[in-house]
């Protein structure tokens, strides 16, 4: 590591370091220069003496400089630069100290390795060798100028004032070597000390951003996951399973999992039970049945052991429909298919029939009773002509021919030709549209279509009630709504079927019709419970409205959040 790295090292974190620099420069201080006070105190030495006054004045000073390096820390921007005085402010008191207690017969020279030592953790390389090169030409200079004489002796002062010039040279020999090994020593150690935190710090990083990825994928995640301890108690719940369950963690944390999903099997006999693929049936917070697919792994350590069960789950309510929706669009076809050659092939012998007996009948050769007999003949073969008829537009439907089409206006005419049927008689029709709704659908086909769910409306309510016609132009859909039981649980999924009917009258081509008339347009048709009772069939189209305006209501309105579908089959 350069020097100018470990600069940047030392900005960086410098604070702390400082910090306990300083508390250990005030903690030696006191240790060597108090305990030099006490020593010429014990010694008999006068407390006035001139070597006490300077040990004072070295001790008050140490202390006054320590403070002042204290109050500048937070205060300097240029850290490197205050380190640096206070190496060179420890140099001088070392020296100092080494002089004061006797030179070359000192024990404190020891003084310069701590500060070298202490240089080691701020500085580079270059600037240890400075410090332990500084350290060697002061305590050098000094045993020199001890050697020659020229240092001025203090009255007190245990100062040996002949040495041999032999041990001078040995005692800067040795300072010399042990002072550069300890820069050499102190600068590798530290070096891998930092090497060290560097490294752990990246592991450190690189644990967080792990952290943070896993939270994540854990958080974007489409599937929800949960995790079971051994007494099967939820101890985790992301948030893909808060959004499909409407559950959130602070409410199930700790709770039985049975009590949230009471048709999963987690546990065979006391063990985990493994499942590759399974489904269950699930109600969510808000009440909302719900079919869930789910699979489950055993949670295991590095040690491989067992800390619990992860569980992910996936919300299969929608895609159930679709296969719903997918085998009836597969059992239509099949009859449909079927049901054009049928309807061919009966047509024609039909007609025969009917027009022979029109032929009988024009003679006059029979009597009141044969008539009779002809007529019920030729009605039942009309009856029969029209259910052909109805069977090919639900087995073969033209291409739908679109047009711009004013539903709003098409949903009038159907209010006012219901008016004057009698089967509406105590069936009050109600509004819920605004005016001038256009849209690109084949005019003929939507009205068939909506004739047939206002018949199917009405054979539902059985007696006085009430029939909506609406439009929400934001989800581009049309909806006719009625008041009667609603649809039985064990026929929702038949009542598209062709020929299911509940009434003895019906042939079941009705809401088949309408299913293949809207399929044709792109769209589909669905239904729902309406609270209070009744049921709402629901018309999607991919087409927009093209034109809004106010909302007119006749009757009283219902509003196109009520749940709702159709009841009558047939």
């Known amino acids: 590591m350069t020097a100018r790295s470990t600069n940047v090292h030392t900005e960086t974190f410098s604070h702390n370091q400082i910090i306990w620099y300083l508390f250990c420069r005030v903690l030696v201080i006191t240790l060597f220069l108090g305990g ?72 404190f020279s020891f003084l310069f390795i701590l500060i070298i030592a202490c240089a080691s953790i701020f500085f580079g390389r270059r600037e240890i060798f400075v410090v332990a090169a500084a350290s060697i030409i002061l305590y050098g200079s000094l045993l020199d100028l001890q050697y020659y004489g020229y240092l001025p002796l203090l009255k007190g002062l245990d100062f040996p004032l002949q040495i041999d010039g032999r041990e001078v040279f040995f005692a800067v020999f040795i300072h010399f070597i042990a002072f550069l090994s300890t820069a050499f020593l102190s600068y590798q150690l530290v070096e891998k000390l930092r090497k060290s935190e560097m490294a752990l710090r990246k592991r450190q990083i690189d644990y967080r951003e792990l952290e943070n990825l896993n939270n994540a994928i854990l958080l974007n995640i489409t599937s929800g996951l949960m995790i079971l301890d051994s007494e099967g108690k939820i101890q985790s719940f992301n948030h893909s399973a808060e959004r499909i369950t409407g559950y959130c963690l602070e409410d199930l944390f700790d709770r039985d999992f049975r009590d949230i999903f009471p048709k999963m099997v987690a546990f065979r006999s006391d063990n985990f039970r493994i499942v590759e693929r399974d489904e269950c049936s699930f109600v969510d917070q808000e009440g909302n049945a719900k079919i869930i697919g789910y699979s489950s792994s055993l949670l295991q350590n590095s040690e491989d052991g067992i800390l619990g069960l992860l569980i992910s789950f996936q919300d299969l309510t929608r895609i159930k429909e679709m296969e719903d929706k997918l085998k009836r669009s597969d059992r239509l076809a099949a009859v449909g298919q ?78 006012e030709m219901v008016a004057a049927d009698t089967r509406f008689s105590k069936v009050r029709i109600q509004k819920s549209y605004p005016r001038d709704c256009l849209m690109l659908v084949d005019g003929q086909q939507i009205r068939q279509a909506l004739w047939n769910l206002v018949i199917n409306a009405a054979e539902a309510i059985s007696g006085a009630g009430k029939i909506c016609l609406g439009i929400d132009q934001e989800t581009s859909t049309i909806f006719v709504e009625d008041s009667g039981p609603g649809i039985p649980e064990d026929i929702r999924g038949k009542i598209f079927d062709p020929f299911f009917t509940t009434k003895d ?66």
Not at 345 to 370: H, K, T, Y
Not at 513 to 524: D, R
């Open 36 to 107: 030099t006070i006490v020593y010429h105190l014990r010694g008999g030495v006068e407390s006035l003496h001139p070597v006490l006054a300077l040990l004072y004045f070295l001790f008050g000073v140490s202390f006054f400089q320590a403070l002042v390096s204290a109050f500048l820390l937070f205060r300097v921007q240029k850290i490197k630069w205050l380190v640096q005085v206070q190496i060179a402010w420890d140099l001088l008191i070392a020296t100092l100290l080494i002089y004061m207690s006797g030179g070359i017969a000192s024990h």
């Open 338 to 415: 079927m049901a054009s050659g049928m309807a061919h092939e009966i047509r024609n012998p039909l007609a025969s029939i009917s027009g022979s007996v029109q032929l009988l009948m024009e003679e006059g050769r029979f009597s009141d009773e044969e008539t009779h007999l002809m007529k019920i003949v030729l009605r039942e073969a009309d009856r029969l002509s029209r259910l052909l008829t109805d069977f090919l537009v639900f087995a073969r439907p033209a291409p739908p021919n679109n047009s711009e089409v004013d539903v709003s206006g098409m949903l009038d005419e159907l209010a």
């Open 505 to 570: 009258k019906g042939s079941g081509l009705g809401l088949a019709t309408v299913y293949t008339i809207v399929e044709q347009h792109g769209g589909s048709v669905d239904f729902k419970d309406v609270k209070g009772g009744g049921t709402r069939l629901i018309i999607f189209l991919p087409q927009a409205f093209t034109k809004e305006s106010t909302v007119e209501e006749k009757g009283v309105f219902i509003p196109n959040e009520t749940l709702s579908s159709v009841v009558g089959v047939g």
